[in-house]
């Protein structure tokens, strides 16, 4: 028995099941690769599914949370300290929100969806519209606007007043808006619907979006929390279009591994929704996540790695289609966000196969395979992967 055997031996016996078994037991890791526990060493090609930016191991990331381990971890929001505070006006800086604009730090991706919630039902009304397929968390709010009928039919009743639109439909959004009328609070939607696929929002859907909430006083709340943060060569996916929304949600890719959410307010009006005593979190900003996150952003804008993932996710979505595979219909995505998309459903016979080969890849559906590798990967490693993945779609042919 290996060692990650027995590990997992133990995680069946303390852990509650909701993951099922994991694949492996990860150790350690060292810019875009990580090593198991028994010593083997994968490429890193997932990044905690878009959560580890900078890699594993950033120095910069490793100085800043150590120098702030050093200091203070937490406080309490009976208190504030410098890194929420220069982390905030440094988060309204990229997100090219306006003067009087406001961040609610939390700590997932989840908790900022259930901050939007709230801050929709400020409004006065209570109808939310959001998309089909779409991914917005577990909590039972957050739970309510995602799609997956597995993750909710065993929590139902949710939150009523939920519309599921099909995704980049015009007509079906315009048609939800009107039937919803004087009700209608927000409409949320991922610029990029990374769980269902890696599909991307059509810009003239978003516009029509912004069009209509605008129209009927409701808000436009953009969940970037898997595609922003620099990830498709944009800080924010929705910023390759001229939309500007009403609040934005962001997590995962936020402080580089360190756990922390936010929700970001557009302007005076729909920041002073939200008012004293209305929402809270123990540790939401507390200075570690906050120091982190400031580490992050400013590696980031230092070492030009909007540009470099935009370069990098165009080089492997180029290289995957070059390979003329019969296996591989195609390329989704943007920058460091892609899906291979395969002609058969053998996506978890590949993932299961590049792991064994060295490669940590998702089986986001039957027939694609998502990449949310850490913006500093490089050309070297692409090439790895691009002379590895043949033969592994050929294996998973046999074996699927």
């Not at 937490?74 to 905030?88: D, G, K, W």
């Not at 009743?157 to 015009?170: A, C, F, K, R, S």
């Not at 470099?308 to 920058?335: I, Q």
Request: one cysteine or more; glycine letters at 12%; charged letters at 15%.
């Amino acid at each position: 028995m290996t060692h990650a055997d027995e590990l997992l031996d133990r995680y069946r016996a303390a852990l509650i099941p909701v993951f099922g078994v994991p694949q492996t037991v990860l150790s350690h890791g060292d810019g875009c690769y990580v090593v198991d526990v028994d010593g083997k060493r994968y490429l890193d090609l997932l990044g905690g599914i878009a959560v580890n930016t900078l890699g594993h191991g950033h120095p910069a990331l490793v100085e800043a949370i150590t120098k702030q381990v050093s200091q203070v971890m937490h406080i309490s929001n009976f208190f504030t300290s410098e890194p929420q505070v220069e982390l905030a006006e440094k988060v309204i800086e990229i997100c090219r929100a306006p003067e009087g604009s406001g961040v609610f730090f939390s700590n997932s991706g989840a908790e900022a969806i259930e901050a939007a919630i709230k801050l929709s039902r400020r409004t006065g009304r209570s109808r939310i519209i959001a998309a089909q397929n779409a991914f917005h968390g577990r909590t039972t709010g957050a739970l309510a606007l995602t799609w997956k009928v597995a993750y909710r039919a065993p929590f139902e009743p949710l939150m009523p007043g939920v519309t599921h639109v099909p995704y980049n439909d015009t007509a079906a959004l315009e048609a939800a808006v009107a039937e919803a009328g004087d009700d209608l609070a927000a409409v949320v939607l991922e610029p990029i619907q990374g769980e269902a696929g890696v599909i991307l929002a059509d810009p003239a859907y978003l516009r029509l979006a912004r069009e209509l909430t605008t129209r009927a006083g409701a808000l436009l709340v953009l969940d970037e929390i898997q595609c922003g943060m620099g990830r498709t060569g944009h800080w924010l996916a929705h910023h390759a279009t001229d939309v500007v929304p009403d609040a934005v949600t962001l997590a995962k890719g936020l402080a580089g591994g360190v756990p922390v959410g936010a929700l970001v307010t557009y302007g005076p009006a729909v920041t002073g929704l939200l008012t004293g005593g209305q929402h809270g979190s123990t540790f939401g900003g507390n200075p570690l996540a906050c120091a982190a996150g400031l580490a992050t952003i400013r590696t980031i804008e230092t070492d030009g790695l909007l540009a470099h993932a935009a370069g990098m996710g165009a080089a492997l979505a180029d290289g995957v289609e070059a390979l003329g595979h019969p296996r591989v219909s195609g390329t989704r995505g943007r920058g460091l966000l892609l899906a291979i998309t395969l002609t058969q459903p053998v996506a978890a016979s590949a993932m299961s196969l590049a792991r064994a080969a060295g490669f940590l890849v998702n089986a986001v559906a039957p027939d694609a395979l998502r990449l949310a590798p850490p913006l500093i990967l490089g050309q070297g490693e692409i090439d790895s992967f691009l002379a590895a993945l043949p033969g592994l779609l050929d294996a998973a042919e046999v074996a699927g």
